[in-house]
């Protein structure tokens, strides 16, 4: 049973480029959380999302970034005009339903921004 | 506003001797909270989680206690071994604000053999 898996791992962008994110999560799972680690820092909630629904986004900054996760595919996490300080690991987890399921987490994206 | 502290950055252990691993946190609404390790350039792994309900829970080589009074809960590893270490992050959660899970900052953990 494949884990939660994420693409690109490394991701290198220019100031004031688009950052795509992509997170399958475990089979069976159809609740997914993307979670931003800063150098030196802990993981920082930034949405949750159940299939075609945002349910929590309340950990995301107000502009350039939106999530989402379709009926089919994978969640997509979207930075549009990305500056240094986006420069961090994106970790997507996922788990099977809502209420005290442990959270499953992918090997995580690293966003560079030059 | 950082909720969940791990004031020890790092810890160095004995191969064979106990790691205690130390978390304290300020929101009295946390109700349920989880321990995960993490290696480098991989995503954090679940290792063992507690109910406010509980006290101490246990699982093989790891122990969680939890001090609700103190707000503060601690991860016991005994034995240690070389494979732990690893950044360990104390995680919690408050039901009625949602499925988020709220992170310390991490603890470095150094087994030597």
């Known amino acids: 049973n494949a884990g939660v898996m994420q693409n690109p791992r490394h991701l290198v962008r220019r100031r004031g480029q688009e950052a795509r994110l992509r997170c399958s999560p475990m089979?069976?799972?159809?609740?997914v959380y993307w979670y931003r680690q800063l150098p030196e820092e802990g993981l920082k909630f930034m949405v949750y999302?159940?299939?075609?629904?945002?349910?929590?986004e309340s950990g995301m900054p107000k502009e350039r970034f939106s999530a989402e996760f379709p009926k089919e595919g994978p969640s997509i996490l979207r930075i549009q005009q990305v500056v240094r300080g986006d420069s961090a690991a994106y970790f997507c987890?996922?788990?099977?339903?809502?209420?005290?399921?442990?959270?499953?987490f992918g090997p995580g994206t690293r966003l560079l921004v030059l | 506003d950082q909720q969940v502290k791990q004031n020890s950055p790092s810890l160095s252990v004995q191969e064979g001797r106990i790691s205690i691993l130390n978390c304290d946190y300020t929101n009295s609404m946390f109700d349920y909270f989880l321990w995960y390790k993490k290696y480098p350039a991989e995503g954090p792994t679940f290792l063992i989680s507690i109910s406010s309900i509980k006290d101490k829970n246990e699982d093989g080589r790891f122990t969680v206690f939890l001090n609700k009074s103190a707000k503060h809960l601690s991860l016991h590893i005994v034995p240690s071994q070389p494979g732990d270490s690893a950044v360990y992050f104390c995680?919690?959660?408050?039901?009625?604000?949602?499925?988020?899970?709220?992170f310390g900052g991490g603890t470095r953990v150094l087994v030597k053999p």
């Open positions: 089979k069976g799972h159809s609740h």
């Open positions: 995680a919690a959660n408050d039901k009625a604000a949602g499925n988020k899970l709220t």
């Open positions: 999302l159940q299939k075609e629904n945002i349910i929590d």
């Open positions: 987890a996922s788990s099977t339903r809502s209420g005290r399921e442990t959270q499953y």
